[in-house]
C-alpha cells in the first residue's frame, strides 16, 4: 500500500462519540511515532494524539480523557477513538507520522460537531 487511507469522520452532535482509522504505508508505519493531527480552516494543522511504535501514547491537552489513540502493527493502521466530542473538535482530521512527513498527508476526513 502507497496511499494513506482515512476514514470514519462524520456529522455528530455534541457529546457523541466516532471511531477514525488511518491505513498508511507500511514501511514508513513500522519505523515511526505515528499521530493524528487536525486541522481548521484558516488555522494551522496541529498534532492532537501520537503513539509511538511500542504503544505509548501522547495527547494534547484539549483531547486529554476523550481520545484514545491505538496502532495496530500487523495491518499499519492506527486508530483515534473520540468520545463526549465538543463542537470545538471540528476539523479535518489527517494521520501521518511524527515528524509529519510532506507528500503523506492523504485526503484526511471532516468530523463535525453540532452543539
Known amino acids: 500500500q502507497l496511499r494513506v487511507v482515512v476514514s470514519g469522520g462524520d456529522l455528530v452532535q455534541a457529546g457523541g462519540s466516532l471511531r477514525l482509522s488511518c491505513a498508511f504505508p507500511?514501511?514508513?508505519?513500522?519505523?515511526?511515532?505515528m499521530a493524528w493531527y487536525r486541522q481548521v480552516p484558516g488555522s494551522e494543522r496541529e498534532s492532537i494524539a501520537s503513539i509511538t511504535r511500542n504503544g505509548q501514547p501522547t495527547y494534547r491537552d484539549s483531547v486529554q480523557g476523550r481520545f484514545t489513540i491505538s496502532r495496530d502493527n500487523a495491518k499499519n493502521e492506527i486508530y483515534l477513538q473520540m468520545n463526549t466530542l465538543k463542537p470545538e473538535d471540528t476539523a479535518n482530521y489527517y494521520c501521518?507520522?511524527?515528524?509529519?512527513?510532506?507528500?503523506?498527508w492523504g485526503q484526511g476526513t471532516q468530523v463535525t460537531v453540532s452543539s
Open positions: 501521518n507520522a511524527i515528524p509529519p512527513l510532506r507528500y503523506y
Open positions: 507500511g514501511r514508513i508505519f513500522a519505523a515511526n511515532t
